[in-house]
Protein backbone atom coordinates (compact mmCIF):
# COMPACT_ATOMS: atom_id res chain seq x y z
CA UNK A 1 0.00 0.00 0.00
CA UNK A 2 1.44 3.33 -1.00
CA UNK A 3 1.65 6.26 1.33
CA UNK A 4 1.95 10.08 0.18
CA UNK A 5 4.22 12.75 1.55
CA UNK A 6 2.17 15.79 3.40
CA UNK A 7 4.48 18.68 3.45
CA UNK A 8 2.23 20.72 5.57
CA UNK A 9 0.08 18.30 7.90
CA UNK A 10 -0.01 20.64 10.55
CA UNK A 11 -1.77 22.88 7.88
CA UNK A 12 0.72 25.52 7.98
CA UNK A 13 3.97 25.12 6.01
CA UNK A 14 6.27 27.27 8.26
CA UNK A 15 4.65 25.28 11.76
CA UNK A 16 5.43 22.42 10.13
CA UNK A 17 8.87 23.14 9.40
CA UNK A 18 9.33 24.41 12.95
CA UNK A 19 8.21 20.61 13.78
CA UNK A 20 10.51 19.11 11.11
CA UNK A 21 13.32 20.80 12.19
CA UNK A 22 13.32 19.26 15.52
CA UNK A 23 15.81 16.46 15.24
CA UNK A 24 18.18 19.14 13.88
CA UNK A 25 17.21 21.01 16.89
CA UNK A 26 18.10 18.12 19.09
CA UNK A 27 21.84 17.70 16.96
CA UNK A 28 22.66 21.21 17.48
CA UNK A 29 21.55 21.43 21.08
CA UNK A 30 23.49 17.77 22.09
CA UNK A 31 26.70 18.73 20.00
CA UNK A 32 27.03 22.58 20.22
CA UNK A 33 25.20 23.13 23.46
CA UNK A 34 25.07 20.33 25.65
CA UNK A 35 28.65 18.94 24.33
CA UNK A 36 27.44 15.09 24.13
CA UNK A 37 29.57 12.21 22.32
CA UNK A 38 28.05 11.98 18.84
CA UNK A 39 26.41 8.33 18.82
CA UNK A 40 24.39 9.69 22.13
CA UNK A 41 23.14 12.75 19.46
CA UNK A 42 23.18 10.81 17.02
CA UNK A 43 20.30 7.89 18.86
CA UNK A 44 17.80 11.28 20.06
CA UNK A 45 18.05 12.45 16.71
CA UNK A 46 17.19 10.00 14.90
CA UNK A 47 14.57 8.68 17.84
CA UNK A 48 12.74 12.27 17.24
CA UNK A 49 12.91 12.00 13.67
CA UNK A 50 11.09 8.09 13.71
CA UNK A 51 8.47 9.47 16.25
CA UNK A 52 7.71 13.25 14.29
CA UNK A 53 7.58 10.89 10.86
CA UNK A 54 4.97 8.51 12.75
CA UNK A 55 2.66 11.25 15.15
CA UNK A 56 2.90 14.52 12.67
CA UNK A 57 3.63 13.09 9.04
CA UNK A 58 1.42 10.37 9.28
CA UNK A 59 3.91 8.47 7.81
CA UNK A 60 2.86 4.33 8.63
CA UNK A 61 5.33 2.86 11.25
CA UNK A 62 6.46 -0.03 9.33
CA UNK A 63 7.45 2.26 6.16
CA UNK A 64 9.34 4.72 8.85
CA UNK A 65 11.58 1.77 10.01
CA UNK A 66 12.46 0.17 6.72
CA UNK A 67 13.69 3.40 5.55
CA UNK A 68 15.66 3.78 8.76
CA UNK A 69 17.10 0.67 8.54
CA UNK A 70 17.70 1.41 4.81
CA UNK A 71 19.63 4.83 5.92
CA UNK A 72 21.97 2.56 8.22
CA UNK A 73 22.62 -0.10 6.37
CA UNK A 74 24.21 2.59 3.43
CA UNK A 75 26.33 4.39 6.68
CA UNK A 76 28.08 1.27 7.00
CA UNK A 77 28.24 -0.11 3.12
CA UNK A 78 29.45 2.22 1.41
CA UNK A 79 30.41 4.82 4.03
CA UNK A 80 31.91 3.19 6.86
CA UNK A 81 33.67 0.94 4.27
CA UNK A 82 35.77 4.13 2.81
CA UNK A 83 36.84 5.25 6.35
CA UNK A 84 37.82 1.28 7.70
CA UNK A 85 39.79 1.05 5.06
CA UNK A 86 41.79 4.07 5.19
CA UNK A 87 42.42 4.35 8.73
CA UNK A 88 43.51 0.93 8.20
CA UNK A 89 46.14 1.88 5.08
CA UNK A 90 47.47 4.37 7.75
CA UNK A 91 47.53 2.44 10.74
CA UNK A 92 49.88 -0.05 8.54
CA UNK A 93 52.16 2.63 8.02
CA UNK A 94 52.29 3.85 11.50
CA UNK A 95 52.78 0.17 12.52
CA UNK A 96 55.86 -0.31 10.18
CA UNK A 97 57.40 2.79 11.17
CA UNK A 98 56.91 4.19 7.59
CA UNK A 99 55.64 7.18 8.86
CA UNK A 100 57.99 8.42 10.37
CA UNK A 101 59.81 8.40 6.77
CA UNK A 102 56.92 10.06 5.72
CA UNK A 103 56.85 12.82 8.57
CA UNK A 104 60.82 14.01 7.71
CA UNK A 105 59.75 13.71 3.95
CA UNK A 106 57.48 16.62 4.39
CA UNK A 107 59.24 18.51 7.13
CA UNK A 108 62.31 18.62 5.00
CA UNK A 109 59.74 20.41 2.35
CA UNK A 110 58.87 22.37 5.15
CA UNK A 111 58.84 21.59 9.10
CA UNK A 112 55.85 25.08 9.11
CA UNK A 113 52.72 23.65 10.39
CA UNK A 114 50.92 25.78 7.89
CA UNK A 115 52.37 24.58 4.77
CA UNK A 116 52.04 21.16 5.91
CA UNK A 117 48.22 21.78 6.11
CA UNK A 118 47.97 23.54 2.83
CA UNK A 119 49.90 20.37 1.53
CA UNK A 120 48.42 17.68 2.60
CA UNK A 121 44.35 19.18 4.13
CA UNK A 122 44.09 21.16 1.18
CA UNK A 123 45.87 20.00 -1.83
CA UNK A 124 46.06 16.31 -1.36
CA UNK A 125 42.72 16.30 0.46
CA UNK A 126 41.41 17.49 -2.89
CA UNK A 127 43.06 15.43 -4.71
CA UNK A 128 41.19 12.55 -2.55
CA UNK A 129 38.27 14.17 -2.64
CA UNK A 130 38.33 14.61 -6.49
CA UNK A 131 38.56 11.05 -7.09
CA UNK A 132 36.74 9.23 -4.48
CA UNK A 133 34.86 11.59 -2.26
CA UNK A 134 32.30 10.62 0.35
CA UNK A 135 34.02 11.18 3.40
CA UNK A 136 37.76 9.47 2.30
CA UNK A 137 39.86 12.81 2.39
CA UNK A 138 39.08 13.73 5.82
CA UNK A 139 39.78 10.51 6.72
CA UNK A 140 43.41 10.33 5.16
CA UNK A 141 44.55 13.36 5.83
CA UNK A 142 43.06 14.42 9.53
CA UNK A 143 45.18 10.95 10.38
CA UNK A 144 48.15 11.87 8.39
CA UNK A 145 48.13 15.23 9.96
CA UNK A 146 48.04 13.68 13.73
CA UNK A 147 50.75 11.54 12.13
CA UNK A 148 52.66 14.46 11.37
CA UNK A 149 52.12 15.78 15.31
CA UNK A 150 49.37 18.28 14.68
CA UNK A 151 47.14 18.84 17.52
CA UNK A 152 44.00 16.35 16.87
CA UNK A 153 41.56 18.81 17.35
CA UNK A 154 42.49 21.20 14.76
CA UNK A 155 43.77 18.64 12.46
CA UNK A 156 40.17 17.39 12.19
CA UNK A 157 39.11 21.08 11.99
CA UNK A 158 41.51 22.18 9.19
CA UNK A 159 40.89 18.89 7.14
CA UNK A 160 37.43 19.47 7.48
CA UNK A 161 37.21 22.85 6.58
CA UNK A 162 40.08 22.73 3.66
CA UNK A 163 37.84 19.87 2.07
CA UNK A 164 35.43 22.98 1.75
CA UNK A 165 36.92 23.90 -1.98
CA UNK A 166 36.46 20.46 -3.79
CA UNK A 167 33.68 19.31 -2.64
CA UNK A 168 31.15 19.98 -5.35
CA UNK A 169 33.21 18.66 -8.01
CA UNK A 170 34.05 15.50 -5.81
CA UNK A 171 33.77 11.48 -7.03
CA UNK A 172 34.90 12.85 -10.57
CA UNK A 173 31.86 15.29 -10.60
CA UNK A 174 29.31 13.29 -9.68
CA UNK A 175 27.16 15.78 -7.18
CA UNK A 176 26.77 17.40 -10.40
CA UNK A 177 26.06 14.86 -13.11
CA UNK A 178 23.33 14.40 -10.14
CA UNK A 179 22.22 17.67 -10.05
CA UNK A 180 22.01 17.95 -13.60
CA UNK A 181 20.20 14.88 -14.02
CA UNK A 182 17.45 15.50 -10.60
CA UNK A 183 16.65 18.66 -12.23
CA UNK A 184 16.75 18.35 -16.04
CA UNK A 185 19.94 21.11 -16.70
CA UNK A 186 22.95 20.36 -18.80
CA UNK A 187 25.77 19.09 -16.10
CA UNK A 188 28.44 21.26 -18.13
CA UNK A 189 26.27 24.27 -17.81
CA UNK A 190 25.74 23.70 -14.25
CA UNK A 191 29.25 23.43 -14.27
CA UNK A 192 29.73 26.45 -15.78
CA UNK A 193 27.56 28.44 -12.98
CA UNK A 194 29.26 26.16 -9.96
CA UNK A 195 32.48 27.03 -11.49
CA UNK A 196 31.54 30.96 -11.23
CA UNK A 197 31.15 30.83 -7.64
CA UNK A 198 33.34 28.77 -5.86
CA UNK A 199 36.96 29.79 -7.03
CA UNK A 200 35.63 33.47 -5.30
CA UNK A 201 35.60 30.69 -1.55
CA UNK A 202 38.41 28.86 -2.92
CA UNK A 203 40.97 31.38 -3.60
CA UNK A 204 40.54 32.54 0.01
CA UNK A 205 40.21 28.35 1.66
CA UNK A 206 44.17 28.49 1.96
CA UNK A 207 44.11 31.88 3.69
CA UNK A 208 40.95 30.78 6.14
CA UNK A 209 43.10 27.48 7.11
CA UNK A 210 45.79 29.42 7.94
CA UNK A 211 44.47 31.79 9.60
CA UNK A 212 42.74 29.44 11.94
CA UNK A 213 45.56 27.65 12.37
CA UNK A 214 47.52 30.72 14.03
CA UNK A 215 45.97 34.15 13.19
CA UNK A 216 46.11 36.83 11.00
CA UNK A 217 49.07 38.36 12.06
CA UNK A 218 51.26 34.90 11.74
CA UNK A 219 49.23 34.12 8.64
CA UNK A 220 50.58 37.00 7.31
CA UNK A 221 54.29 35.42 6.90
CA UNK A 222 53.05 32.73 4.52
CA UNK A 223 50.93 34.90 2.53
CA UNK A 224 53.07 34.66 -0.53
CA UNK A 225 52.26 30.54 -0.15
CA UNK A 226 48.96 30.82 0.80
CA UNK A 227 48.41 32.97 -2.45
CA UNK A 228 49.88 31.00 -4.48
CA UNK A 229 47.92 27.90 -3.27
CA UNK A 230 44.47 29.48 -3.52
CA UNK A 231 44.97 31.11 -7.12
CA UNK A 232 46.36 27.52 -8.71
CA UNK A 233 43.46 26.06 -7.21
CA UNK A 234 40.45 28.46 -8.04
CA UNK A 235 42.14 29.32 -11.49
CA UNK A 236 41.95 25.86 -12.23
CA UNK A 237 38.81 25.26 -10.95
CA UNK A 238 37.36 28.15 -13.04
CA UNK A 239 38.96 27.16 -16.37
CA UNK A 240 38.59 23.04 -15.89
CA UNK A 241 34.42 23.74 -14.94
CA UNK A 242 33.69 26.24 -17.70
CA UNK A 243 36.02 25.48 -20.70
CA UNK A 244 37.09 21.49 -20.05
CA UNK A 245 35.07 18.86 -17.68
CA UNK A 246 32.23 18.74 -15.43
CA UNK A 247 34.89 15.29 -14.03
CA UNK A 248 37.91 17.22 -14.04
CA UNK A 249 37.79 20.30 -11.70
CA UNK A 250 39.08 18.81 -8.63
CA UNK A 251 41.72 16.67 -10.05
CA UNK A 252 43.46 18.96 -11.96
CA UNK A 253 43.12 21.94 -9.35
CA UNK A 254 45.03 19.71 -6.78
CA UNK A 255 47.47 18.66 -9.21
CA UNK A 256 48.19 22.24 -10.19
CA UNK A 257 48.12 23.13 -6.51
CA UNK A 258 50.71 20.49 -5.51
CA UNK A 259 53.10 21.32 -8.26
CA UNK A 260 53.04 24.99 -7.95
CA UNK A 261 53.51 24.71 -4.13
CA UNK A 262 56.31 22.18 -4.45
CA UNK A 263 58.16 24.60 -6.91
CA UNK A 264 57.20 27.63 -5.43
CA UNK A 265 59.02 26.26 -2.09
CA UNK A 266 61.81 25.83 -3.26
CA UNK A 267 62.60 29.27 -4.20
CA UNK A 268 60.80 30.51 -1.08
CA UNK A 269 60.85 29.49 2.52
CA UNK A 270 58.93 31.92 5.73
CA UNK A 271 61.04 34.17 7.69
CA UNK A 272 59.87 31.68 11.12
CA UNK A 273 58.93 28.24 11.01
CA UNK A 274 55.61 28.09 13.18
CA UNK A 275 54.39 25.54 15.45
CA UNK A 276 51.33 25.11 17.75
CA UNK A 277 52.02 26.53 20.91
CA UNK A 278 52.42 23.22 22.50
CA UNK A 279 54.86 22.48 20.73
CA UNK A 280 58.64 23.68 20.24
CA UNK A 281 58.98 25.92 17.40
CA UNK A 282 62.13 25.02 14.72
CA UNK A 283 63.95 28.10 13.23
CA UNK A 284 65.80 25.59 10.98
CA UNK A 285 65.30 23.50 8.09
CA UNK A 286 65.18 19.88 8.87
CA UNK A 287 67.62 16.93 6.84
CA UNK A 288 65.99 14.47 4.99
CA UNK A 289 67.12 11.61 6.95
CA UNK A 290 66.35 8.85 4.36
CA UNK A 291 67.22 8.00 0.83
CA UNK A 292 65.17 8.76 -2.18
CA UNK A 293 64.35 4.93 -2.51
CA UNK A 294 63.20 5.14 1.33
CA UNK A 295 60.79 8.02 1.02
CA UNK A 296 58.86 6.40 -2.35
CA UNK A 297 58.78 3.35 -0.41
CA UNK A 298 57.08 4.89 2.54
CA UNK A 299 54.81 7.03 0.16
CA UNK A 300 54.08 4.55 -2.15
CA UNK A 301 50.81 3.39 -0.36
CA UNK A 302 49.35 6.22 -0.83
CA UNK A 303 50.48 6.91 -4.33
CA UNK A 304 48.71 3.71 -5.26
CA UNK A 305 45.63 4.51 -2.94
CA UNK A 306 45.56 7.70 -4.80
CA UNK A 307 45.95 6.23 -8.52
CA UNK A 308 43.07 3.18 -7.66
CA UNK A 309 40.51 5.40 -6.22
CA UNK A 310 40.92 7.19 -9.46
CA UNK A 311 40.74 4.10 -11.29
CA UNK A 312 37.66 2.91 -9.58
CA UNK A 313 35.65 6.07 -9.82
CA UNK A 314 36.67 6.54 -13.63
CA UNK A 315 34.02 5.41 -16.08
CA UNK A 316 34.58 8.31 -18.47
CA UNK A 317 38.43 7.92 -19.31
CA UNK A 318 40.14 4.64 -18.99
CA UNK A 319 36.86 3.08 -18.06
CA UNK A 320 37.82 0.52 -15.54
CA UNK A 321 34.81 1.65 -13.26
CA UNK A 322 32.55 0.03 -16.33
CA UNK A 323 34.70 -3.13 -16.22
CA UNK A 324 34.36 -3.32 -12.51
CA UNK A 325 30.38 -3.09 -13.11
CA UNK A 326 30.57 -5.50 -15.60
CA UNK A 327 31.58 -7.95 -13.30
CA UNK A 328 29.18 -7.05 -10.70
CA UNK A 329 26.43 -7.66 -12.56
CA UNK A 330 27.80 -10.80 -13.62
CA UNK A 331 28.42 -11.97 -10.00
CA UNK A 332 24.55 -10.21 -9.21
CA UNK A 333 26.36 -7.79 -7.08
CA UNK A 334 23.92 -5.05 -7.95
CA UNK A 335 21.16 -3.08 -6.15
CA UNK A 336 18.02 -4.40 -4.93
CA UNK A 337 14.81 -3.21 -4.38
CA UNK A 338 14.75 -2.24 -0.52
CA UNK A 339 11.94 -4.34 0.96
CA UNK A 340 9.08 -2.57 2.43
CA UNK A 341 9.85 0.42 1.20
CA UNK A 342 10.60 0.65 -2.61
CA UNK A 343 7.93 2.44 -4.48
CA UNK A 344 5.94 2.35 -1.79
CA UNK A 345 6.03 6.77 -0.64
CA UNK A 346 4.75 8.71 -3.38
CA UNK A 347 6.56 12.43 -4.27
CA UNK A 348 4.19 14.86 -4.46
CA UNK A 349 4.05 18.65 -5.75
CA UNK A 350 5.33 21.23 -5.51
CA UNK A 351 8.35 19.32 -4.25
CA UNK A 352 7.84 17.57 -8.01
CA UNK A 353 5.73 18.36 -11.28
CA UNK A 354 3.57 15.08 -10.67
CA UNK A 355 3.20 12.25 -8.20
CA UNK A 356 5.99 10.16 -8.23
CA UNK A 357 7.31 6.83 -6.56
CA UNK A 358 10.35 7.58 -4.62
CA UNK A 359 12.61 4.66 -5.01
CA UNK A 360 14.83 2.77 -2.29
CA UNK A 361 17.09 0.60 -3.34
CA UNK A 362 20.38 -0.58 -1.76
CA UNK A 363 23.95 -1.63 -3.59
CA UNK A 364 25.86 -4.58 -2.63
CA UNK A 365 28.39 -3.63 -5.39
CA UNK A 366 31.46 -4.40 -3.58
CA UNK A 367 33.70 -4.32 -6.51
CA UNK A 368 32.75 -1.16 -7.11
CA UNK A 369 32.81 0.58 -4.09
CA UNK A 370 35.64 3.30 -3.07
CA UNK A 371 36.13 1.80 -0.15
CA UNK A 372 37.13 -1.29 -1.65
CA UNK A 373 40.34 0.40 -4.03
CA UNK A 374 41.29 1.49 -0.59
CA UNK A 375 41.74 -2.28 0.44
CA UNK A 376 43.20 -3.48 -2.66
CA UNK A 377 45.71 -0.77 -2.10
CA UNK A 378 46.27 -2.06 1.44
CA UNK A 379 46.70 -5.46 -0.02
CA UNK A 380 49.36 -3.78 -2.72
CA UNK A 381 51.34 -1.80 -0.46
CA UNK A 382 52.17 -4.96 1.75
CA UNK A 383 54.46 -5.43 -1.36
CA UNK A 384 56.59 -2.45 -0.35
CA UNK A 385 56.01 -2.23 3.44
CA UNK A 386 59.13 -3.60 4.79
CA UNK A 387 58.52 -6.57 7.01
CA UNK A 388 55.25 -6.42 7.50
CA UNK A 389 52.96 -9.93 6.68
CA UNK A 390 49.40 -10.67 6.07
CA UNK A 391 48.57 -11.60 9.70
CA UNK A 392 49.92 -8.81 10.73
CA UNK A 393 47.78 -6.95 8.19
CA UNK A 394 44.98 -8.89 9.30
CA UNK A 395 45.37 -7.98 13.08
CA UNK A 396 45.76 -4.28 12.20
CA UNK A 397 42.39 -4.10 10.32
CA UNK A 398 40.81 -5.53 13.63
CA UNK A 399 42.10 -3.05 15.49
CA UNK A 400 41.02 -0.56 13.18
CA UNK A 401 37.44 -2.15 13.59
CA UNK A 402 37.64 -2.25 17.30
CA UNK A 403 38.79 1.57 17.45
CA UNK A 404 36.29 2.70 14.98
CA UNK A 405 33.18 1.01 16.45
CA UNK A 406 31.56 4.56 17.98
CA UNK A 407 32.07 6.00 14.49
CA UNK A 408 30.42 3.62 12.97
CA UNK A 409 27.56 3.41 15.36
CA UNK A 410 27.37 7.11 14.73
CA UNK A 411 27.00 7.27 10.66
CA UNK A 412 24.43 4.74 10.74
CA UNK A 413 22.09 6.33 12.76
CA UNK A 414 22.81 9.66 11.45
CA UNK A 415 22.39 7.86 7.48
CA UNK A 416 19.23 7.09 9.49
CA UNK A 417 17.80 10.01 10.25
CA UNK A 418 18.75 11.62 6.87
CA UNK A 419 16.96 8.67 5.02
CA UNK A 420 14.07 9.27 7.32
CA UNK A 421 13.61 13.05 7.09
CA UNK A 422 13.90 12.55 3.59
CA UNK A 423 11.37 9.81 3.15
CA UNK A 424 9.04 11.26 5.38
CA UNK A 425 8.79 14.61 3.47
CA UNK A 426 10.53 16.44 6.40
CA UNK A 427 13.39 17.80 4.44
CA UNK A 428 10.87 19.05 1.65
CA UNK A 429 8.72 20.64 4.40
CA UNK A 430 11.84 22.56 5.24
CA UNK A 431 12.86 23.56 1.68
CA UNK A 432 9.46 24.51 1.13
CA UNK A 433 9.70 26.85 4.07
CA UNK A 434 12.62 28.52 2.57
CA UNK A 435 10.91 29.21 -0.56
CA UNK A 436 8.32 31.38 1.14
CA UNK A 437 11.35 34.34 1.24
CA UNK A 438 9.89 35.23 -2.15
CA UNK A 439 12.47 37.94 -3.51
CA UNK A 440 15.21 37.19 -0.99
CA UNK A 441 14.90 33.31 -2.10
CA UNK A 442 18.48 33.61 -3.99
CA UNK A 443 20.15 34.56 -1.00
CA UNK A 444 18.56 31.17 1.05
CA UNK A 445 18.67 28.71 -2.10
CA UNK A 446 22.24 28.19 -1.41
CA UNK A 447 21.29 27.42 2.64
CA UNK A 448 19.18 24.38 1.00
CA UNK A 449 22.21 23.07 -0.03
CA UNK A 450 23.92 23.79 2.91
CA UNK A 451 20.84 21.92 5.27
CA UNK A 452 21.05 18.96 2.91
CA UNK A 453 24.48 18.21 3.49
CA UNK A 454 24.37 19.02 6.72
CA UNK A 455 21.52 15.73 7.12
CA UNK A 456 23.60 13.61 4.52
CA UNK A 457 26.88 14.22 4.68
CA UNK A 458 27.18 14.19 1.04
CA UNK A 459 26.62 16.77 -2.03
CA UNK A 460 25.46 14.28 -3.83
CA UNK A 461 22.61 13.64 -1.69
CA UNK A 462 21.65 17.20 -0.71
CA UNK A 463 21.52 17.63 -4.83
CA UNK A 464 18.84 15.01 -5.21
CA UNK A 465 17.04 16.15 -2.38
CA UNK A 466 16.78 19.33 -3.54
CA UNK A 467 17.99 20.12 -6.91
CA UNK A 468 14.21 19.86 -8.77
CA UNK A 469 12.68 21.67 -6.01
CA UNK A 470 15.13 24.54 -6.61
CA UNK A 471 14.22 24.47 -10.12
CA UNK A 472 10.36 24.61 -9.21
CA UNK A 473 10.63 27.65 -7.09
CA UNK A 474 13.02 29.74 -9.69
CA UNK A 475 10.37 29.16 -12.02
CA UNK A 476 7.89 30.72 -9.64
CA UNK A 477 10.20 33.38 -8.65
CA UNK A 478 10.75 34.15 -12.43
CA UNK A 479 14.52 34.14 -11.27
CA UNK A 480 16.97 32.09 -13.78
CA UNK A 481 16.66 28.40 -12.68
CA UNK A 482 20.04 27.63 -14.09
CA UNK A 483 21.77 29.69 -10.70
CA UNK A 484 19.84 28.44 -7.99
CA UNK A 485 20.07 25.09 -9.13
CA UNK A 486 23.91 25.30 -8.94
CA UNK A 487 24.20 27.27 -5.78
CA UNK A 488 22.25 24.52 -4.28
CA UNK A 489 25.41 22.77 -4.70
CA UNK A 490 27.91 25.79 -3.99
CA UNK A 491 25.93 26.14 -0.94
CA UNK A 492 26.14 22.41 0.15
CA UNK A 493 30.29 22.38 0.09
CA UNK A 494 29.94 24.89 3.61
CA UNK A 495 27.64 22.37 5.18
CA UNK A 496 29.74 19.05 4.77
CA UNK A 497 32.03 20.31 7.78
CA UNK A 498 29.53 20.15 10.45
CA UNK A 499 27.37 17.56 9.26
CA UNK A 500 27.68 14.78 12.03
CA UNK A 501 28.80 12.17 9.50
CA UNK A 502 31.87 14.10 8.41
CA UNK A 503 32.81 15.15 12.06
CA UNK A 504 32.65 11.38 13.07
CA UNK A 505 35.24 10.40 10.28
CA UNK A 506 37.25 13.26 11.56
CA UNK A 507 37.25 12.15 14.92
CA UNK A 508 37.78 8.61 14.02
CA UNK A 509 41.29 9.66 12.02
CA UNK A 510 42.22 11.97 15.04
CA UNK A 511 41.66 9.49 17.99
CA UNK A 512 39.06 12.04 19.20
CA UNK A 513 36.10 9.71 19.42
CA UNK A 514 33.11 11.12 22.07
CA UNK A 515 34.48 14.50 21.15
CA UNK A 516 32.33 15.30 18.09
CA UNK A 517 30.91 18.14 19.87
CA UNK A 518 34.87 19.74 20.29
CA UNK A 519 34.79 19.22 16.42
CA UNK A 520 31.05 20.67 15.78
CA UNK A 521 31.84 23.85 17.48
CA UNK A 522 35.06 24.50 16.42
CA UNK A 523 33.80 23.88 12.61
CA UNK A 524 30.11 25.59 13.43
CA UNK A 525 31.22 29.22 12.80
CA UNK A 526 33.36 28.74 9.83
CA UNK A 527 30.46 26.67 7.73
CA UNK A 528 28.03 29.78 8.70
CA UNK A 529 30.94 32.63 7.59
CA UNK A 530 30.78 30.16 4.35
CA UNK A 531 27.72 29.74 3.72
CA UNK A 532 26.56 33.49 4.51
CA UNK A 533 29.38 34.23 1.44
CA UNK A 534 27.58 31.79 -0.83
CA UNK A 535 24.24 33.24 -0.04
CA UNK A 536 25.48 36.74 -0.94
CA UNK A 537 26.92 36.00 -3.86
CA UNK A 538 24.32 34.13 -5.64
CA UNK A 539 21.79 36.73 -4.39
CA UNK A 540 23.85 39.34 -6.36
CA UNK A 541 24.00 36.97 -9.53
CA UNK A 542 20.49 36.74 -9.57
CA UNK A 543 19.91 40.79 -9.59
CA UNK A 544 22.76 42.67 -9.86
CA UNK A 545 25.52 40.56 -11.96
CA UNK A 546 23.83 39.16 -13.95
CA UNK A 547 26.73 39.24 -16.95
CA UNK A 548 28.52 36.83 -14.89
CA UNK A 549 26.71 33.71 -15.57
CA UNK A 550 27.69 31.50 -18.97
Given at each position: ?????????????????????????????????????????????????LLISIFVFKMPASLAISTTLNGAMVGIFPIVWIIVTAIWVYNM??????????????????????????????????????????????????????????????????????????????????????????????????????????????????????????????????????????????????????????????????????????????????????????????NGPVALQYSGAEVLRAWAPYIILAVLVFLWADDKFVGFKNVLT?????????????????????????????????????????????????????????????????????????????????????????????????????????????????????????????????????????????????????????????????????????????????????????????????????????????????????????????????
Amino acid sequence: MTWVQDYSPLGSIGLSALIAAIPLFILLYMLGIKRSKGHNAAFFGVLSALLISIFVFKMPASLAISTTLNGAMVGIFPIVWIIVTAIWVYNMTVEAGEFEIIKNSLASITDDRRLQALFIAFAFGSFIEGTAGFGTPVAITAAMLVGLGFNPVYAAGICLVANTAPVAFGAIGIPVVVLGQVSGIDAMTLSKIIGRQLPFLSVIVPLWVVVMMCGWKRAMEVLPAVIVAGVCFAGTQFFTSNYVSVYLPDITSAFVTIIGLLVFLNVWKPSRVWHFPDENESNGPVALQYSGAEVLRAWAPYIILAVLVFLWADDKFVGFKNVLTGWEKALGLTSFAWPGLHNLVIKAAPVVAKQTPYAATYGINFLSAAGTAIFVAGILSLLVIPNYSVSRAATCFAKTIKQLIYPIITIAMILGLAYIMNYSGMSSTLGLAFTATGAAYPFFAPMLGWLGVFLTGSDTSANALFGSMQKTAAQQLNIDPNLLVASNSSGGVCGKMISPQSISVATAATGLVGEESTIFRFALPHSIAMIILIGIMTYLQAYYLQWMMP
